[in-house]
């Protein structure tokens, strides 16, 4: 009895042991997960996280959409430009001036699709700029800075916004308008320049007919040569007398223009002259 008595208390202290270190286990696994829960950004359970694959990639496809929405209304419509008129406010003059930097930016995309709309996270300066690539270190950014003020203003500062304010923004949104398609024309100039064409009279494969063809011509083209400006043909003379029997004997023609020479052609001419005068000596 005395020789078992060890051998539970060793299993009873095992197990005694092995139960605290679940459940410091557990403690601690639990106190993880909460510091983690509480720590993280998202929600505890993620929307869509029991749904199919597919489906659960729509959903968060059409979560990652929301950071891209973009709506900005119309702000005076007929009901409220009612009101508005009626009663003294000094809100209708910046709903207007709102009004009307949304109505110009849709104009400018009318007349060029290659024009976008303001992203969420682009603030009126560098929208602008971006329409302008060229204004930035010029005299015209100051121009864009001033807009860009009287824009916040109208939109974000306590400070009144009346009929005077309201004309000086229009007057710097008529500016910054005609800017932007100065520099559109400018930079399509650019890409597509101007190409000069002539028409010349050629003669075409009838009999005696002409055509006309149209070539086109670069404004920085260079003018072409004339044959008469082409300097004239230098002779190079024999530095030898020896050179031009040989080559008068051999063949009678110069190498280069293939023409009779003199002194070649000469001889031919004298020889067939003096056998006839031989035959009449003779007869």
């Known amino acids: 009895m005395a020789a078992e008595l060890p051998v539970v208390t060793v299993v009873l202290f095992i197990a005694s042991g092995t139960l605290v270190f679940i459940l410091l286990f557990l403690f601690a696994k639990r106190q993880i997960m909460r510091f983690a829960l509480k720590s993280a950004r998202k929600p505890h359970i993620s929307i869509g996280a029991d749904a199919p694959r597919e489906l659960r990639d729509e959903i968060q496809r059409r979560l990652g959409l929301v950071q891209t929405v973009r709506f900005e209304p119309t702000l005076l419509s ?32 009318g007349q060029d699709n290659s024009i976008t709309l303001r992203s969420t996270k682009q603030t009126i300066q560098l ?16 121009l864009v800075h001033q807009f860009c003020h009287a824009y916040n203003r109208a939109r974000h500062n306590p400070a009144i916004f009346g009929d005077a304010e309201f004309v000086n923004y229009m007057e710097l949104l008529d500016r910054v308008i005609r800017l932007v398609k100065t520099d559109q024309q400018r930079r399509l ?95």
């Open 78 to 109: 007929e009901r409220v430009q009612d009101v508005a008129t009626t009663v003294p406010n000094h809100y209708y003059c910046r709903m207007k001036a709102l009004d009307a930097f949304t109505n110009a930016v849709e104009c400018l995309r």
């Open 189 to 283: 100039s650019l890409l597509n320049p101007a190409v000069e064409t002539e028409v010349r009279l050629c003669k075409g494969p009838g009999q005696g007919g002409e055509a006309a063809e149209t070539v086109p011509r670069a404004s920085n083209m260079k003018r072409r040569k004339r044959p008469s400006d082409n300097p004239p043909p230098v002779s190079v003379r024999p530095e030898h007398i020896e050179q031009i029997s040989l080559v008068d004997k051999s063949s009678g023609y110069s190498s280069t223009d293939h023409s009779s020479s003199g002194r070649g052609s000469a001889e031919r001419l004298i020889s067939p002259q003096l056998s006839v005068t031989q035959r009449d000596e003779a007869v």
């Open 127 to 142: 929208y602008l700029f971006s329409l302008c690539p060229s204004a930035p270190g010029t005299p015209q950014a100051q």
